[in-house]
């Protein structure tokens, strides 16, 4: 052995290993990480199909509905069908983006509560102390896994609808005007609805009171604002539920308080960034 091996061996030895320390987790692998723990818990899966079953179920159910009883209308009904815009109106029904919106608030309640109960959050958090950069990458991937949830069924949705309303000749292309903005705004409905109950059940951290949370802000608020008065209508307009209603509005029907679909879409970026910016900052300044 040579005196520069003897010397490199000495100095190894000397080494405390608690000096040793491991290198910082890339953004690339908490993101891997995250998405392991989404798809390892069997609820989530199960939510998922069960939600975009529901949800076509709705949409092309009262497709079919409005096939079957159709000669029972009446003419003038039958003629104003397309420009009054209801093949938009079925192709994402009101009782499918209420199901959609639990779903997907569940989910994202799930991505973190779970965590808390079981103290799994406390192995990450000892892992990767850098709490933030954990958030981030568990908001980056529940919000890609919902808008590609979203994406699909608002997809499916439509084209199922439109085919079986294409029996009686009253279906419409994707190009029909509006119809775009009815798909993109109904998916879209999916990633605000999981960020929303990420942010809940960040602050909440249980599970019973983070869902019933999510039920008030998304489904019972939107009712107890109605837009008969301006300041109940303002509040309903800063809600989810109340962007997305203004988006599939095709037809524009006469309200007292009306609205710009740009302040729609600008209300669900808003409660995107906002609800994400929640999820990540909270968890910096609370207890584990």
Not at 161 to 179: E, F, K, M, N, W
Request: hydrophobic fraction near 55%.
């Amino acid at each position: 052995m040579t005196i520069t091996d003897k010397a490199t061996v000495t100095a190894m030895a000397t080494v405390d290993p608690a000096q040793v320390t491991e290198p910082r987790a890339r953004f690339g692998d908490l993101v891997a990480a995250e998405w392991i723990k989404l798809w390892s818990l069997r609820s989530n899966t199960w939510a998922f199909v069960i939600g975009a079953l529901a949800v076509i179920g709705f949409n092309v159910g009262t497709a079919w509905d409005t096939y079957r009883y159709w000669t029972a209308q009446d003419a003038r009904s039958r003629a104003d069908f397309v420009r009054d815009g209801i093949p938009l109106s079925i192709a994402f029904t009101a009782n499918a983006a209420m199901v959609l919106m639990l779903a997907l608030s569940a989910v994202g309640a799930t991505a973190i509560v779970g965590e808390y109960r079981t103290g799994m959050i406390r192995t990450t958090f000892t892992a990767v102390p850098a709490r933030r950069s954990v958030m981030a990458a568990k908001v980056c991937v529940v919000t890609a896994v919902t808008t590609v949830f979203g994406a699909v069924v608002a997809a499916a949705s439509f084209g199922l609808t439109q085919a079986v309303l294409s029996g009686r000749h009253i279906g419409v292309p994707i190009d029909h005007p509006g119809a775009l903005r009815v798909v993109v705004a109904s998916a879209l409905l999916a990633p605000v609805s999981a960020l929303v109950g990420m942010a809940l059940g960040t602050l909440i951290r249980h599970s019973a009171a983070t869902m019933t949370a999510n039920v008030v802000i998304l489904l019972l608020l939107p009712l107890v604002f109605s837009a008969d008065r301006h300041w109940a209508a303002l509040v309903d307009h800063a809600l989810p539920t109340g962007a997305w209603i203004r988006l599939v509005d095709v037809d524009q029907q006469a309200v007292a308080y009306p609205w710009t679909l740009t302040g729609a879409w600008t209300v669900y970026a808003l409660w995107a960034l906002a609800t994400a910016a929640v999820a990540v900052i909270s968890v910096q300044r609370r207890d584990q």
